[in-house]
Nanobody, 120 residues
Framework: VQLQASGGGLVQAGGSLRLSCSAS????????MGWYRQAPGTRRELVAT???????NYADSMKDRFTISRDNAKNTVYLQMSSLKPDDTGVYYC???????????????WGQGTLVTVSS
């Protein structure tokens, strides 16, 4: 399973960005999808996750500004970010828990990351 993220870039504080991440490959089923981020010199942290049913989970500091959604038919997860702050700067990674055809267990998959830079 491969995850391809896009949509990062440079934005001014207060602005918005929309990230997308599409899964492809030998996919039998995808369970949760989500976004994590890593700022320079820090550990990777949860941004938000979404179940196939649409149930979402957010980090407290982001739930009022970010919205996660997914299109199950397209195996794609989105992250709409608004009211961005310089502290939101970092590499955003998409994540999926998926099972490939011919396998009997779910595995964790990560995208390559997309850089978001918020200028003050």
């Amino acid at each position: 399973v491969q995850l391809q993220a896009s949509g990062g870039g440079l934005v001014q504080a207060g602005g918005s960005l929309r990230l997308s991440c599409s899964a492809s490959g030998n996919i039998f089923v995808i369970n949760d999808m989500g976004w994590y981020r890593q700022a320079p010199g820090t550990r990777r942290e949860l941004v938000a996750t979404i179940a196939p049913t649409g149930i979402t989970n957010y980090a407290d500091s982001m739930k009022d500004r970010f919205t996660i959604s997914r299109d199950n038919a397209k195996n794609t997860v989105y992250l709409q970010m608004s009211s961005l702050k310089p502290d939101d700067t970092g590499v955003y990674y998409c994540h999926a828990i998926a099972m490939e055809y011919g396998r009997t267990r779910f595995e964790d998959y990560w995208g390559q990351g997309t850089l978001v830079t918020v200028s003050s």
